[in-house]
């Protein structure tokens, strides 16, 4: 039997039969009420996939090589490498390979999953149709020096791309992980993506997702986080393709000391969404959360932030920041800011602020009145706006990246 | 020799948010003339130095500006300043995000191009502002900041008349320059001003004070109010000013 292990064919059908029961969420939920997730997640799709069936979903028939790039690539929800050569035990590669490692399946078995938020049916249909599963684990006290870098691909407009990922550091471990998000133009496609990340103790990951899919893809990715006492987690995400897109983060901050931060931005322009949904909660005292998301949107585009940051009962010392500021460049463009602070105790240093507004046209006269062109008055007011945030990228290239994708010089 | 004047104004009536402002404005500025623009608050001195560097927000109702021979009006304000109109703000913007020394570079570079000159590159642009830099002897550290971020008041005038050194502008407006400086801050800018001084180059100095005039000496002075001229004189009419005020001359002129 070259299945999957009984405990995932087992998982899989669980969720499966949850997912039927939830449905689709409507926009009647709250955090549904911009974006649909019918666009993610079809009719046809659920009739097309029907009951779990393991032999068709297993990821086991390909044996691709292992590369010793730091990069794993995935082309339209397939993994076109097995794994990564990593030093002093780490890995990073698919769980196909992963699961002939008894040690590494016990880590996928014990972690797969155990983030998923319940009620929510897109989490539930990605574990029961996830084509591929990607592990990065760094065991204890490793501190991986490599950025790592996964690449969703998306080419053929075929079915969706369903793709899971688990990441878990152990004890005092460090790792950076970049992920991409990109799609050949010319075609629409959907991917659903969760990318589930366990912190022990001490542990630290630097997170980039980076949204650069085909200008009609459909996009939702998720990213649930779990951090242990005193770790970090720093995120980092751009969307800037796309025609329709959801990024998704929850983070419990679980255990005292840990911190997270999440930079963010979205620029959609055409009649482009996209939304951020972000779930900050503070479990444990002295934690600290800091969140900076910034939108600019042109045309009759549409954005949404709904940001959410929950401090319980016994979290004392709670520090926790929250920013969202969008420049609407047309008439026609519409934001939708929603930031939302939940306390339960009075030991708690928190603030949110959510700011909307036009290009500044007493600085725009002032670039012109020096000899800037309009157009290029606008993109350097545009890229100053979005500077704190795009420049705060821990990584060379991707900040070049960004940076050129924002109209700047190279 | 039959020289073209650098700016013929002539009746210009301007307005915003429908109030009139500029209520039929004649003035010639020949090449290399500096003249000074006083008069009370609200007279529309700033409003006028707006209208020729080309904000957007004022409407020209009536009358007609040339520059150089051509219709200044019609011209962006971009192509304004590539042609070498200079607008030293009265309050000068800060925009965080973008570097001073960008800005400036990226200011430079655009009016090259517009007249067909090679762009600087980053080494030549630092010993260039370097220099102009040591005229107003400002803290070089002041280009790798924000553009006017958190700048001093008199810094950021400063900041105004290094980009005036650096663009080299044929027509240069300076709006209220002096409001704000102390005495140093004052004698350096002016200093600044005087560097630029040159045969091929005329100014126009809005000012409410006579004490700028006590640095830099105009070729004429016109005292603004009510939106018109109702004086104008050589250097000595700003002393006078200076001792009796603008109530006599608007008391003259039934206003």
Known sequence: MNGEPVWLQERRSLAAERALDLGLPSQKQEIWKYTSAARFLLDDDISAIGPVDSSTLSFLDNSPESSDAPVLELLDGHALTDSVELPSGAFFGTFASALSDPLLAAVIEKHLATLDPKDQALYAWSLAHFQTGLLLHVPAEVQLATQLTLIHRRSSSASPAWTRVLVVLGTGAAAQLVELHEGDEGASHRSLTVTEIVLERDSSLAHGRLGLQAQEDISWSATLVHQGTNSRYAGHAAQLGAAYARNEFSIVLAEPEAECSLKGIFRPDASRHHDIQTMIDHAAPNCRSEQVVKGVLDGSSSGVFHGRVYVRPGAKGTRAFQSNRNLLLSRKAQVYSRPQLEIENDDVKASHGSATGNLDEKALFFLRARGFSLASARAVLIRAFLQEVAESLPWEDLRRRVHHLLGGEE | ?255
């Open chain 2, 1 to 255: 020799m039959d020289q073209t004047p650098l700016l013929e104004i002539k009746n210009l009536h301007a307005r915003v948010a429908g109030h009139e402002i500029l209520k039929g404005i004649s003035l010639t500025i020949g090449v290399g003339e500096i003249h000074a623009i006083m008069g009370p608050n609200g007279s529309g001195k700033s409003t006028l130095s707006q209208v020729l560097a080309g904000h957007p927000a004022y409407e020209i109702t009536q009358g007609e500006v040339l520059y150089k021979g051509r219709n200044l009006l019609e011209m962006e304000p971009e192509e304004r300043a590539c042609e070498g109109v200079f607008l030293a703000f009265q309050y000068p913007i800060e925009i965080p995000g973008v570097s001073n020394s960008y800005f400036l570079r990226t200011a430079l570079n655009e009016q090259r191009k517009h007249k067909g000159l090679p762009e600087v590159d980053g080494a030549e642009f630092i010993e260039l502002v370097t220099k102009r830099m040591e005229v107003l002897e400002m803290d070089p550290a002041l280009l790798s900041r924000s553009l006017n971020e958190g700048f001093s008041g008199g810094q950021k005038k400063r900041n105004e008349i290094l980009q005036m050194l650096v663009l080299e502008p044929s027509l240069c407006l300076l709006d209220e320059t002096d409001s704000g400086l102390d005495i140093d801050a004052l004698r350096e800018v002016s200093k600044g001003v005087n560097w630029l001084r040159a045969p091929g180059r005329s100014m126009i100095l809005v000012t409410h004070y006579q004490r700028l005039l006590d640095h830099i000496t105009p070729d004429h002075i016109h005292v603004l109010a009510k939106g018109r001229i109702i004086r104008s004189g050589g250097a000595e009419l700003a002393l006078e000013l200076e001792k009796r005020g603008y109530d006599w001359l608007l008391a003259e002129a039934g206003l």
